[in-house]
């Protein structure tokens, strides 16, 4: 734009002649039509800047080519041509989109001015125009970038989930490896954690790589490029390896390839691993937004992986807890001396034969091991009692479920497993304690539990009675099924009675 194009709809030959001269006079380029048909034709093939408009048109009136012009353009300036103007003819003309309107015949000013106003005008909004176009490119690019951004942020944050919902390494490190394998389609990926006593990273986990590699890997703190990456605390995203001065090829690790990307695993305390992804299946270059994402996941990652090291040390810190109390327990009532081991085992193997979920089992498992805990608070003389209890001394005996509870209220992690300690008393005709809950009220996993319970009980020695035989013991728990005990539970308990270990003689 800006050449000047003026397009001249006019059937006067004389009058066209003189303006057209004019304004090549004054540097504009005029292209006369005196067909209407014709000159249309040209406006919508050509890009005019002015188009100026006879109105007093024989084949068709002015005013309507004007109109046919602003529908072809709308940013398109007019100016009509008037012989006689009057001020309606003006009006309508300006109402049609006329832009500014001259006299015939013209004075050289006039059209001068007019021009030059016009074509200032057209620089404007053509100017206007290309502003708002590159605006819009501009628009599309920042949209698309933030659609990309988003797409990243909601691919990190479900990775984020998936890890955060489990605390076994394995399972982490395995939905790492999948996703960045599948969104960065790379041909490998592996997390490299710290062996802090050797001061060596190895492969703890790998895609990509052969048996080899992964248990001959091992390479000290600071030497390049995972060990570097550690010492420095910094990610490495190298392109071209060859090219590269700070890793110039010497003997490097087999599994570094042209292209490749190192990030750390950073902690509260420090660097616990690497993350190395290494050439696209594509044979392109690892990009920028790649290295994004990689970064992303790697902050995720050290989360989760320091969150199971933490989640260890307080198993750790459990189970030896654990073991003090359920001795404690033992040392106090010497008849119920391995009586939490039994329960727990019997009850594991009920829970296995009505196919709970290892979750379910492990929460089994842990309330029986501490389900008579709230006994250490019972006197010692009504444990050990060899006369019928009073009533009251029952009542006594009847706190220790929730006593139990009660205590091990602190150890948010033993979650269920306290409630199946709770309700390891009720009965399945609600006649049971603390609560009287009855049925389906009452958690499977307290119903297995009052099984197994029972059966220890009855095939161990008392202070009050000698232990009954495993066949007493059976036919007393076939004939509460559905008073005591729930019937389910008591057919798993049937099918797996003979399977279990024999109880060692005292
Ligand atoms: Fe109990
Ligand atoms: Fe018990």
Avoid at 100 to 106: E, L, S, V
Avoid at 266 to 293: C, M, S, W, Y
Avoid at 329 to 343: F, G, L, M, R
Avoid at 353 to 382: F, N, P, T, W
């Amino acid at each position: 734009m800006g050449e000047g194009k003026v397009l001249i709809i006019d059937n006067q030959i004389e009058f066209s002649q003189k303006l057209t001269a004019f304004l090549k006079e004054q540097g504009y380029i005029p292209s006369v039509y005196q067909e209407i048909k014709k000159a249309l034709d040209a406006f919508l093939k050509e890009e005019f800047d002015v188009v100026m408009v006879e109105l007093g048109m024989p084949q068709m009136d002015g005013i309507e080519i004007i109109e046919e012009i602003k529908k072809v353009d709308p940013e398109s300036i007019t100016i009509a041509m008037i012989t006689h103007p009057s001020l309606e003819t003006v009006q309508k003309a300006i109402r049609a989109g006329a832009f500014d309107y001259i006299t015939k015949p013209f004075s050289k000013e006039e059209i001068s001015l007019v021009m030059k106003r016009a074509f200032a005008f057209r620089n404007l909004s053509v100017g206007r125009k290309k502003l708002m176009e590159e605006l819009e490119k501009q628009n599309v690019k920042l949209e698309q970038q933030i659609k990309e951004k988003t797409k990243e942020l909601a691919l990190i944050y479900q990775v984020d989930r998936d890890i955060s919902s489990t605390l076994n390494l394995e399972e982490i490190l395995e939905i790492i490896l999948d996703r960045l394998c599948v969104v960065l389609n790379v041909e490998r990926c592996s997390v490299l954690l710290l062996d802090e006593g050797k001061g060596e990273l190895y492969i703890r986990a790998a895609r990509g790589l052969s048996e080899d590699i992964i248990i001959q890997t091992r390479l000290k703190v600071g030497e390049p490029i995972s060990g570097w990456v550690l010492k420095h605390k910094e990610p490495v995203f190298v392109e071209d390896i060859e090219k590269d001065p700070r890793f110039a090829r010497r003997n490097h690790e087999r599994y570094y390839t042209h292209s490749f990307i190192s990030v750390p695993l950073i902690v509260k305390e420090g660097a616990i691993g690497v993350i190395n992804v290494n050439n696209k299946k594509t044979k392109q270059p690892l990009t920028n937004d790649d290295f994004r994402i990689v970064k992303g996941i790697a902050n995720k990652a050290a989360i989760a992986v320091e969150n199971v090291r933490l989640y260890s040390t307080l198993e750790d810190s459990y189970i030896r807890t654990v073991t003090a109390l359920t001795s404690a327990i033992d040392a106090k009532d010497h008849y119920t001396k391995s009586h939490s081991e039994h329960v727990s085992q019997y009850a594991v193997a009920i829970g296995r034969e009505m196919g709970l979920s290892e979750r379910e089992i492990e929460e089994i498992r842990q309330a029986c091991q501490l389900h008579d805990l709230g006994k250490i608070g019972v006197h010692d003389y009504i444990l050990t009692k060899p006369d019928k209890l009073t009533p009251e001394e029952w009542e006594e005996i009847k706190q220790h479920s929730l006593k139990s509870a009660e205590i091990l209220k602190p150890l948010i992690f033993l979650g269920e497993a306290i409630d199946l300690i709770k309700q390891h008393h009720e009965r399945y005709d609600g006649k049971g304690y603390p609560y009287g809950l009855k049925g389906d009220q009452i958690k499977l996993g307290a119903r297995i539990i009052a099984v197994a319970d029972s059966f220890d009980a009855m095939t161990t020695d008392r202070p009050y009675r000698r232990a009954r035989t495993k066949e007493e013991a059976i036919e007393e728990i076939k004939k509460c099924s559905g008073t005591q005990f729930d019937p389910k539970v008591v057919e798993a308990f049937l099918r797996i009675v003979d399977k279990l270990p024999p109880k060692p003689k005292k």
